[in-house]
């Protein structure tokens, strides 16, 4: 495939942004990964494993993409 220029990047985000698909997109991503979480206490599995996973969901949400 091709590389995307910067500029067409920062374009697209920008129409991402303006048409509010950017924010529904986060939202999603957000209602799965606490959905995730939720599974993830509920099931029985050792405590590492387990927080690690729950990190990578945290630093998930945390991320400005």
Same mark, same amino acid.
């Given at each position: 495939?091709?590389?995307?220029? =910067?500029?067409?990047? =920062?374009?697209?985000?920008?129409?991402?942004?303006? =048409?509010? =698909?950017?924010?529904?997109?986060?939202? !999603?991503?957000?209602?799965?990964?606490?959905?995730?979480?939720? !599974?993830?206490?509920?099931?029985?599995?050792?405590?590492?494993?387990? !927080?690690?996973?729950?990190?990578?969901?945290?630093?998930?949400?945390?991320?400005?993409?």
């Amino acid at each position: 495939g091709e590389e995307l220029a =910067s500029e067409d990047i =920062s374009r697209f985000r920008d129409i991402l942004t303006r =048409s509010g =698909s950017l924010d529904a997109s986060r939202a !999603a991503a957000r209602e799965f990964l606490e959905k995730g979480c939720i !599974a993830l206490r509920s099931v029985d599995m050792p405590q590492e494993p387990r !927080a690690f996973l729950l990190g990578v969901a945290e630093y998930m949400m945390s991320r400005d993409c």
